[in-house]
């Protein structure tokens, strides 16, 4: 069996023989590979026109066309989604759509997304998806449950049962319970001496069956990783724990007996977990690069959420705070001190409907991506972000596309004025508004700004444009390191 390993761009525009080519598919091969990807929801097909050729996003307008006219070829196919994606023996590696350089093979970059998705996904407590659609186009994500057996692997070590043991004149704890009752002692101006005394500790069992089996299954599942030429991206190194198979443990149905019984008794919370990953492995009996119409998959189709968690962590965003932690050069001012015990997203106004005798607050208001508040000396200023997932184009002699639409503006103004009263109670001077964009080149580019007049004529601050090197922002995101808000110049 051949594999196919290709690299693809989110949002790019790819015709049929564009993929019938890139994943080496016949006629009917392709049909297959586009009509499951499209039931997955990472695959959409747009009218073919020339617009659509330069486009960089998928608008709200680009009607997604149904299956029966997207197999006449007449349309464009957009991937939706980042990350990495396995149909039978085709790895498909989907890489962001703002690295617009020529490189065919971003696999630097790729690397770096896999880690962020990976921290992303902690971040947000997902748990693991076994599998993947519903129904009909149900199937076993066994990519995800490998990357989670060897991450595991990775951060809490082998599977291993222990054992207590008793010895004399060991090394371990001492039992003086028992070396008083049973041991025989020398007395000596009153004061008992024994000669031996009765330690235990605690020892791993080399030979258990379920640290065996543990070891087993990491082993195939990073060949499998390795036979799929993910090893590298996942950056993770070869596993050869064992030479025993699966078939030295038993039948499949002996194996899987044994682990319910081990969970029965098993109370730790990280080893049932486990257990059940090695069970659901074990019982699907699928490897990763079996020719079928399933599909596994790590990564998102909401890429523009894990971009705003960035932009959120790496520039301090301080919506969440309580008033009282915020850290001004001044003390929360005497009308906000009723609301001490709120956060920054608490204090924006909730609309109010009125009736015929009945007021109501919506349950629902504005919110921004996120805001920091930066202290220099005796100086508080405030900058409204929104993290904008958007390849914009602002250049002279083009065309503007790729930008925020008229909402997403008229909103960021709003956003001021939803915090015009704490600005105004906190002496703050300097308020500053911006648009967070990624791209591929390696410093922050000030692409401009956008503004309403109307909204402008309000003293509300236009709204400024940075580009921002993704890389930078990952490298930052990845240690836990706040940015320096000055270098956007804002």
């Known amino acids: 069996m051949k594999i196919v390993s290709s690299f693809i761009r989110e949002q790019k525009r790819y015709t049929k023989n564009d993929l019938k080519s890139i994943f080496r598919y016949d006629e009917a091969g392709v049909e297959k590979f586009i009509k499951s ?75 770096q997304v896999v880690k962020v998705l990976e921290k992303y996904s902690h971040s947000k407590e997902q748990i693991i998806n076994v599998f993947n659609g519903v129904d009909e186009n149900r199937s076993y994500n066994i990519l995800a449950v490998i990357l989670f057996l060897l991450n595991d692997y990775y951060e809490n070590n082998i599977y291993t049962n222990s ?215 005796a100086e508080d200023k405030f900058f409204i972000f929104d993290a904008k997932y958007y390849n914009i184009q602002l250049e002279k002699g083009k065309s503007l596309r790729g930008n925020p639409g008229v909402g997403d503006v008229t909103k960021q103004y709003l956003y001021q004025l939803a915090y015009k009263d704490f600005i105004k109670a906190h002496n703050i001077d300097v308020v500053k508004n911006c648009f967070l964009m990624p791209t591929d080149k390696d410093e922050i580019i000030k692409k401009g700004t956008v503004k309403i007049p109307m909204l402008e004529a309000l003293g509300l601050e236009n709204i400024q444009i940075r580009q921002i090197p993704a890389k930078m922002l990952y490298d930052c995101y990845l240690v836990q390191r706040k940015i320096d808000i000055a270098l956007l110049e804002l």
């Open 37 to 111: 990807l499209k039931s997955y929801g990472v695959l959409k097909s747009v009218k073919n026109k020339i617009d659509q050729l330069e486009m960089s996003d998928l608008m709200d307008d680009d009607i997604e066309i149904k299956d029966e006219t997207a197999e006449s070829g007449d349309c464009f196919y957009v991937f939706t989604y980042v990350g990495i994606l396995t149909y039978g023996s085709r790895i498909i590696k989907v890489y962001p759509k703002y690295l617009l350089s020529k490189k065919d093979e971003p696999l630097t970059e790729m690397k």
């Open 163 to 377: 054992e207590d043991i008793i010895e004399i004149n060991g090394d371990g704890e001492i039992l003086w319970g028992k070396t008083i009752d049973e041991s025989f002692a020398l007395i000596e101006e009153n004061r008992p001496y024994y000669m031996e005394l009765y330690t235990e500790k605690t020892v791993d069992d080399d030979m258990d069956y379920f640290k065996r089996l543990h070891e087993c299954v990491l082993t195939e599942c990073s060949k499998q990783l390795h036979d799929a030429q993910l090893d590298t991206i996942f950056d993770m190194d070869t596993l050869e724990l064992t030479e025993e198979t699966l078939l030295d443990f038993g039948d499949k149905d002996y194996i899987l007996e044994r682990i319910h019984k081990e969970l029965n008794i098993q109370f730790n919370t990280r080893r049932q977990i486990l257990l059940k990953t090695i069970y659901t492995y074990i019982s699907q009996d699928r490897k990763m690069l079996e020719e079928s119409n399933g599909i596994s998959m790590y990564g998102t189709t909401a890429y523009h959420a894990v971009w705003e968690e960035v932009c959120s962590e790496v520039f301090d965003n301080k919506l969440n705070i309580k008033l009282s932690k915020l850290k001004m050069s001044v003390p929360l001012a005497e009308k906000f001190q009723d609301r001490k015990n709120k956060s920054l997203i608490d204090i924006i106004e909730k609309p109010i409907w009125e009736g015929n005798d009945i007021i109501e607050e919506a349950g629902d208001t504005l919110i921004p991506d996120l805001i920091s508040i930066l202290q220099i000396g």
